[in-house]
């Protein structure tokens, strides 16, 4: 099986990012390259985008072990 999940961040709406790899940043986790992609639910005053995740059931990382 498979492990799914997806992320929702929102951005401002005057700049919309296109489909990429962006660069994001958080104080606890550093940087991160993400894929992601803008989606329904937009509107003006906000631009919502989504980052899908994947991993085979029972992925153990190796940080974890």
Known sequence: G???FSLIFH???DRVLP??????SH????????F????????AARTLY?????RPA???PESVK
């Open 50 to 54: 989504q980052a899908c995740f994947s």
């Open 36 to 43: 992601l992609t803008p989606v329904v639910g937009s509107n």
């Open 27 to 34: 104080p606890s986790f550093g940087t991160l390259d993400i």
């Open 2 to 4: 498979v492990h799914q």
């Open 11 to 13: 951005g401002p709406a």
């Open 58 to 60: 029972g992925f153990v």
């Open 19 to 24: 489909d990429a790899i962006h660069a994001l």
